[in-house]
């Protein structure tokens, strides 16, 4: 889902848009989603509460910390001390819906048990990991040990990815505007330098520049070091 609607765009621009503008409102609401992509990409997250459901967790060193193991005579058994984790595959976990464990043999169909979540619970969300917070918790070696149902994304700065996204949209509208009035013939004077380019879309060059420089401010914000040039 983009970070920003036209409607918020059409706000900063001070413009409506509709099937019969140019660019139309379909086409901005594409560029909203393409921005969308374009910041996940760059940054390797996503700014939006994204919902993963049902992420089924295979269980082997690679996944799990432990602070003490005991095994039973068969040597599958893992028993969890508390504050022992579990690691999610994903980066900027929110929070935990569902925690399930798989009470069935190793091989054998999943027998789901739900476990509760938070303090006095019996898991809750470390980081990037859950957390067992109760002793006696059998976790079996094997595939498909837990099932997770948790929230990615990073609200602090999903301001910073709607600004980003209102910026461009709205530059990449100014621009398409231009070429499209000079393309028709119907562009207002171009000068050069720092006097105003005018048009009868009514944004000067001023207005592009100053829209400008506040992308080049979230970017700074985000981190990423990108100039995100049109």
């Not at 269980?59 to 068969?74: E, L, Q």
């Not at 994304?153 to 461009?168: C, T």
């Amino acid at each position: 889902m983009a970070y920003a609607t036209r409607n918020q765009v059409e706000q900063y621009l001070g413009v409506s848009y509709t099937s019969n503008t140019f660019p139309t409102s379909t086409a901005i609401e594409e560029w909203l989603d393409d921005i969308q992509v374009e910041i996940d990409n760059e940054t390797k997250t996503s700014y939006d509460i994204i919902t993963k459901s049902d992420v089924i967790i295979d269980i082997s060193s690679d996944t799990t910390t432990t602070s003490a193991v005991s095994f039973d005579g068969t040597r599958f058994t893992q028993i969890p001390a508390t504050a022992d984790l579990i690691q999610l595959p994903d980066k900027d976990v929110v929070s935990l819906t569902t925690v399930e464990i798989n009470r069935a043999a190793p091989q054998a169909t999943p027998v789901w048990e739900q476990l509760n979540i938070g303090l006095g619970g019996d898991v809750r969300l470390h980081k990037n990991s859950i957390q067992i917070l109760r002793s006696g918790i059998p976790v079996l070696r094997g595939t498909a040990r837990f099932k997770v149902t948790y929230n990615v994304g990073n609200p602090e700065l999903a301001p910073i990815a709607k600004w980003i996204s209102i910026y461009k949209v709205a530059l990449r509208v100014m621009m398409s505007q231009q070429v499209n009035n000079i393309a028709e013939g119907s562009q207002g004077p171009i000068r050069i330098g720092d006097i105003s380019i005018d048009n009868n879309s009514g944004f000067s060059l001023d207005f592009i520049e100053s829209t400008q420089r506040l992308l080049d401010r979230e970017v700074d914000k985000l981190g990423t070091h990108n100039t995100y040039v049109i």
